[in-house]
């Protein structure tokens, strides 16, 4: 199912593991910083809403996606960090850098959890146009960044 027929905001929250003593790190992109920010704030939210401690919520900025697998495997790497939640917005332009960018934060981050064993998710949007950015980063499709908390959540039960 796409996101366009999915609210990204909405999901099942039964039989979630207690994560009142568990440390998240929130990498954040810093392009697209409008569309991130919206991310974080639902991240950040939907961790706390669900019984995660401020103080368990360590944030991270770099300068684009492209950073973010190495922005994660530093946080990854720490003992005292339970999960990942990495987030970004790709827009795709006239050329191709979409693509490049979005495969390497897919296959980064994938390569990070399996190093780490532990939960590093992929949180970035990969839209066609800012407005289908806006739409899943807190818009009529919910927020990328719920989704993303929720299943660093999830993943901590497997
Ligand atoms: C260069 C670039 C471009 C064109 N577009 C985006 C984007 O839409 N979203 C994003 O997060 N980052 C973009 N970047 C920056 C790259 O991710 C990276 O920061 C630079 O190429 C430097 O390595």
Excluded at 50 to 79: C, D, M, T, W
Excluded at 95 to 108: L, R, W
Aim: charged letters at 20%; proline letters at 3%; a negative charge.
């Amino acid at each position: 199912m796409s996101s366009a027929n999915k609210n990204l905001s909405s999901f099942s929250t039964e039989n979630l593991p207690d994560v009142s003593f568990k440390r998240f790190a929130i990498v954040v992109a810093e392009w697209n910083s409008e569309i991130t920010e919206a991310l974080f704030e639902g991240a950040y939210t939907t961790l706390i809403d669900n019984g995660v401690k401020e103080e368990n919520i360590i944030r991270a900025n770099v300068p684009g996606s492209f950073e973010l697998s190495y922005g994660s495997q530093v946080y990854a790497q720490k003992h005292d960090i339970d999960a990942v939640i990495a987030l970004g917005c790709v827009i795709q332009g006239e050329t191709k850098h979409n693509d490049y960018i979005n495969h390497a934060v897919a296959a980064g981050l994938t390569q990070v959890a399996l190093k780490y064993n532990k939960p590093v998710i992929f949180g970035v949007l990969t839209p066609n146009d800012h407005q289908q950015a806006v739409d899943r980063a807190g818009g009529i499709h919910g927020n990328k960044g719920d989704e993303a908390a929720i299943t660093a959540i999830k993943m901590l039960a497997v």
